[in-house]
């Protein structure tokens, strides 16, 4: 059996708890007693040894009546200390890369370091629940096998003060008890009250105590917020007190039954007789009521945001009459949505018939969330040879949570990513990342694991150091690629690097670049990829009048996809594109040697400038016509002819007639009849007339 231990402000309440084969929570026995005097004041242990008594009393009436022996407990602390902070956290996955367990636990612990960033040093991290993921703006239940660009989180990150901690171990060790479950109130009353399932819906969850009224949020199928107002029922009862003139007791006993009964007698603090009318604890109460219902209502809106659809009001401050009424009216709810929950309205087995009233709430959810999570929270473990001494409340513990209880830095554990660096490429700023950093080792009992595993009591945990990223380490032609060129004959890639300049001068090599690097670079033209795979091409070496020349004997075809480029179309870095080396040997008329003669005549009235090579070729002594194509150690020489004057015959080229089919001509120059081969000069005009004998009387004139 388990024993569930609820130390409230006014009393402690004590139970034996296990579950049956079916999972249902069965309560064995209960008992409760009050404190001695007011040894705890808003949910806090201001006198331990009083507070040690009366937990002894309750155990050893347990032992005693049930015939077993109490060395363990389940306890829960309360929430007037609570404290909670909203971490987020955006990362990017990486193209192609699948979310992981250690990418999650990196991305959820970032967003709990950025929580932890305003949180006094005293207060202790206890846990932390995740409100929502998204993976590029989108909402997602769970991440693990997911991929995406962008991934996001928010986190509530849970603290508590080191002395409500302390302050309850010690009361729990005077007893002779160790805590083998430790958690809030707020959470009991929500895991027993408001199941997973009913989570969807957004509830308010209201816990009144005597000393505090803790609120917790649920919707969308997770607690979201935890809140708390330091009002509750001893605001009540010491409004009675000091109305009516009695002792606190007194007071409770008056608080407790004025409802049940039009008066009550009772003995004020000068021991006279006195008697209370309903009507008048009513009036006297109302407007405290009125004020902590208020009070609770406005962070109940502030928490939630709005409205929730349904109110649960628990706990023993609550079951004075009107505070359902008073807090629907302030949340602008109606009465029927905003109602006190019982405890024998919860699916348990009880064995005591005693377990009835809505006072009963938290010390079943402490039962009922041990009973769930027995033995994952414990008294301590040891972390790299020194014992730790847990505390908590979420019933199970991952290393991370262990490590930061006991001061370690979040980002020891998990090292920092390297720095990035900024270059502007073409105006336009390029951001570089460094190398994520490889997590602390974690090893528990011999065995290597992750700081997302579960530990539990006596485990033995070692923990190194993490290994922070590398900075980013980044080359010219890491930003600025090369062109990729791809032969058609071979499929051989090579590349061709660009012109680039860094910070103003000009660099040719793959240089390693720095923060803050500024690169420029132009498009890349064809005619310089043409020129640069030009290398490739067949070389032949030939001789002109003695001189020795070395050429290229081909031509370069760049083609991007299947269109043919140009020597002024351009190309990006990092383009890929296909060429071919295409062999073709020199012509004679493309010599520089072979100079050209030309002379301005009229001819048919039309003024018409005469053209004609002004050499002639030799190649290995046999004279050739100018469409020779030169062959490799070829001897060409140039020779000008003696006469290099224009003769009528140039006239008849123009033409483009074959003189055999000319039936008749007329040939003029200046208006005189003259032969083919006599001379022609600037200036001179010739007149050509001609009929073909195939058509008669056709002449062309030009």
């Keep these: 059996m388990l024993f569930a231990l609820d130390i409230g402000t006014r009393k402690i309440a004590g139970l034996l708890v296990d579950g049956n084969e079916e999972g249902k929570m069965i309560v064995h026995d209960a008992v409760v007693k009050e404190h001695e005097h007011r040894a705890m004041l808003d949910g806090q242990i201001h006198d331990v040894e009083k507070v040690a008594r009366t937990v002894r009393a309750v155990k050893e009436e347990l032992e005693s009546r049930n015939n077993v022996v109490l060395d363990k407990v389940a306890v829960a602390l309360a929430g007037r200390f609570l404290k909670t902070f909203i971490g987020e956290s955006m990362m990017e996955i990486g193209e192609g890369n ?13 967003a709990v370091a950025k929580a932890m960033e305003n949180v006094e040093s005293n207060m202790y991290c206890v846990g932390y629940s995740v409100i929502r993921y998204e993976i590029d703006g989108m909402w997602f239940k769970k991440l693990e096998g997911l991929k995406g660009e962008n991934v996001y989180v928010k986190v509530v990150a849970t603290f508590l003060p080191s002395h409500v901690v302390e302050a309850m171990l010690s009361v729990i060790k005077k007893v002779g008890l160790t805590i083998t479950h430790l958690t809030l109130e707020p959470i009991a009353a929500v895991n027993v009250t408001v199941p997973e399932d009913l989570r969807i819906l957004n509830i308010a969850l209201v816990d009144v105590g005597a000393g505090t009224s803790d609120i917790a949020i649920a919707k969308d199928g997770t607690i979201v917020a ?3 107002v330091p009002l509750a029922g001893d605001e009540i009862t010491e409004a009675i007190t000091k109305h009516f003139l009695l002792d606190f007791s007194t007071a409770e006993y008056v608080k407790r039954n004025f409802y049940l009964n039009e008066k009550l007698a009772v003995k004020n603090i000068l021991d006279k007789e006195k008697e209370i009318k309903k009507e008048d604890v009513i009036s006297v109460i109302s407007p405290i009521i009125n004020a902590i219902t208020q009070k609770v209502a406005e962070v109940i809106l502030e928490i939630n945001g709005e409205k929730p659809q349904v109110v649960m009001i628990v706990g023993g401050g609550a079951k004075v009459p009107m505070f359902d009424e008073y807090l629907a009216k302030h949340l602008g709810m109606d009465v029927d949505v905003v109602s006190l929950k019982n405890a024998n309205g919860l699916d348990f087995i009880d064995e005591t018939d005693q377990i009835v009233g809505s006072e009963y ?7 009922y969330t041990a009973l769930n999570n027995t033995g994952s929270v414990f008294e301590h473990v040891t972390v790299n040879d020194e014992k730790v001494q847990l505390i908590g409340f979420k019933g199970s513990y991952t290393v991370w949570e262990v490590l930061v209880q006991v001061g370690m830095d979040i980002h020891t554990l998990l090292g920092k990513p390297g720095k990035s660096m900024v270059i502007d490429v073409n105006g336009e700023a390029q951001i570089l990342k460094g190398k994520m ?21 006596g485990d033995v945990i070692e923990v190194g150091e993490a290994h922070d990223g590398e900075d980013a380490n980044v080359h010219l032609y890491d930003v600025v690629k090369p062109v990729q060129l791809m032969s058609l004959e ?5 590349e061709y690097y660009p012109k680039v300049i860094l ?94 003669i030309s002379i301005l005549v009229k001819i048919n009235g039309e003024t018409t400038v005469l053209t004609k090579d002004g050499v002639l070729v030799w190649v290995n002594d046999q004279l050739v016509s100018p469409h020779y194509e030169i062959r490799d150690g070829d001897r060409v020489r140039t020779q000008v002819p003696d006469e290099q004057g224009f003769i009528v015959a140039d006239v008849l080229r123009l033409f483009e007639i074959d003189m055999h089919k000319v039936k008749s001509y007329k040939l003029l120059k200046n208006g005189e009849r003259v032969g083919f081969t006599d001379p022609l000069s600037a200036g001179d005009e010739i007149t050509f007339d001609f009929v073909l004998k195939e058509v008669e009387d056709t002449s062309a004139e030009q």
């Excluded at 950093?437 to 009591?457: C, E, S």
């Excluded at 071979?490 to 090579?494: L, P």
């Excluded at 043919?564 to 383009?575: C, F, K, M, Q």
């Design 503 to 596: 910070n103003g001068l000009e660099v040719s090599s793959n240089v390693e670049l720095k923060d803050g690097d500024v690169v420029r670079y132009e498009k890349i033209k064809v005619r310089q990829i043409r020129e640069f795979l030009g290398n490739d091409l067949v070389n032949i070496t030939y001789s002109v009048n003695n001189a020795y020349k070395t050429v290229n004997a081909g031509e370069v075809k760049i083609f991007k996809d299947e269109m043919e480029l140009s020597d002024e179309n351009t190309v990006e870095p990092g383009d890929k594109i296909n060429y071919a080396l295409v062999l073709k040997y020199p012509k004679v008329m493309e010599l520089p040697e072979m100079e050209k």
């Design 490 to 494: 071979t499929e051989e890639i090579i």
């Design 98 to 110: 699948e979310i992981n367990q250690d990418f999650i636990a990196r991305l959820e612990l970032d």
């Design 437 to 457: 950093p490889i997590p602390a080792t974690v090893v528990i009992n011999g065995n290597p694991a992750t700081l997302r595993d579960i530990v539990k009591h």
């Design 226 to 228: 935890y809140g708390m």
């Design 361 to 367: 709430i938290t010390p079943l959810g402490i039962g």
